[in-house]
């Protein structure tokens, strides 16, 4: 059963007509690898919510003290699980966040799934943080699925895609206030440009402990790469993050969450240690190249989003 009122294909053209550049992600949310919430769950909350919030709060102490994780380079491969092991440990929740901004007159109800208004995010934010959770980074869920690295309680992995400038100016601070650190997905092609990340924000983000990964230049499917589309959505973006950075580039999400088993070899090819879908089903060969999200939508109360993060992982 489809998560969203209106199919994530049209939602993307239709926030395509409504900014500079798409929302990067076309696959809905799902309850499993098999299923989803349903529609009438995203359009109704309660006095409820407070009820399911419970758990110990995060703070900025708790994070800041979390266990550094090792870079992936460091673990020797004889040490790596292999596919089978890696799929079969239990998933972190892993949300992904597009624009966080009120809604305006010309979105459509499809466009307000990649769209959340600022109130809903901070309490989503607020409801993660009092119902115990704690973020980790990349490098903390690349060495917990390929060694069973201890990870924090209730751990979650927050992820923002396409380089929304209102992911500096409105996400950044709420997660602040928290201590939490997320993954920014970048497309390099909206650097410095109208209601978009400059570089020296990008730098901020990753001198502050987050991590930025590759998002392709202009957001161009994978599916569809031949020749030197590799190296013009792939090497040259990575080089251009890393000279931002000061730091090895080391993880990727899909365009709208599409991908084939052809675009694996190419991307390990130029550094990448794992790459990130949307809500489908792993792959069974590489699962550290088919890591799961699941969209955060615009209409979730933060009862919805607990919910759904309980039944997508």
Not at 38 to 64: K, L, N, R, Y
Not at 98 to 112: E, F, L, P, V
């Amino acid at each position: 059963m489809n998560l969203f009122r209106t199919p994530l294909f049209a939602a993307a053209a239709a926030l395509a007509a409504s900014s500079f550049l798409t929302a990067c992600d076309t696959k809905p949310a799902t309850a499993s690898e098999g299923g989803s919430p349903t529609a009438e769950t995203v359009a109704t909350d309660s006095a409820a919510t407070a009820a399911a919030m419970s758990g110990t709060t995060a703070t900025a102490t708790e994070e800041a003290n979390a266990t550094p994780a090792p870079d992936p380079s460091s673990i020797p491969a004889n040490k790596i699980a292999d596919a089978a092991t890696i799929t079969a440990r239990p998933q972190v929740p892993i949300l992904c966040y597009h624009q966080i901004r009120d809604w305006r007159a010309k979105d459509s109800k499809g466009a307000k799934d990649y769209i959340v208004p600022v109130q809903q995010f901070k309490d989503q934010i607020k409801m993660l943080a009092d119902s115990g959770y704690h973020t980790i980074l990349p490098d903390q869920l690349y060495a917990y699925l390929t060694t069973g690295a201890k990870l924090p309680s209730k751990p979650i992995m927050l992820t923002f895609d396409d380089t929304d400038l209102d992911q500096f100016t409105v996400a950044k601070p709420t997660l602040d206030k928290y201590g939490y650190k997320a993954v920014y997905f970048i497309m390099t092609v909206s650097l410095g440009r109208p209601n978009y990340m400059s570089k020296a924000q990008v730098k901020q983000l990753s001198d502050e402990g987050n991590v930025i990964g590759s998002h392709t230049w202009d957001h161009h499917n994978v599916k569809k790469y031949q020749g030197e589309d590799w190296v013009t959505q792939i090497e040259k973006p990575t080089k251009t993050l890393e000279e931002i950075t000061g730091k090895d580039i080391k993880y990727f999400a899909y365009p709208f969450g599409l991908w084939n088993p052809e675009a694996i070899p190419q991307l390990k090819q130029r550094g990448m240690v794992a790459a990130f879908v949307l809500a489908e089903k792993r792959d069974q060969n590489d699962p550290l190249f088919t890591i799961r999200r699941i969209i955060a939508s615009g209409y979730w109360k933060p009862r919805t989003l607990h919910n759904s993060i309980v039944q997508s992982f």
